[in-house]
């Protein structure tokens, strides 16, 4: 087993039917906490309006997978 980190990134938009999410998987912790820092830092230089009508969160997750073959570093 490896251990593989998932973003996942969390949207909240008033008069949506629910929550909209979007998921990448990395290989390592570091990886996956640089990718969230971008993401944070992207969304906090958005307009005041915008960040007043929409939220997000986002977590790196960790857990054990099976080899990945399709995704292998070369």
């Given at each position: 087993m490896n251990t593989v980190f998932?973003?996942?990134m969390l949207l909240?938009?008033?008069n949506q039917p629910s929550v909209t999410?979007?998921?990448i998987?990395?290989?390592t912790e570091l990886e996956?906490?640089?990718a969230?820092?971008?993401y944070k830092k992207a969304y906090e230089n958005k307009?005041?309006?915008y960040k007043q009508r929409v939220k997000t969160e986002a977590f790196?997750?960790?857990f054990d997978a099976f080899p990945l073959t399709t995704l292998q570093k070369t």
């Amino acid at each position: 087993m490896n251990t593989v980190f998932l973003l996942l990134m969390l949207l909240s938009i008033p008069n949506q039917p629910s929550v909209t999410y979007k998921g990448i998987l990395y290989f390592t912790e570091l990886e996956c906490l640089n990718a969230k820092q971008e993401y944070k830092k992207a969304y906090e230089n958005k307009s005041l309006e915008y960040k007043q009508r929409v939220k997000t969160e986002a977590f790196c997750i960790p857990f054990d997978a099976f080899p990945l073959t399709t995704l292998q570093k070369t």
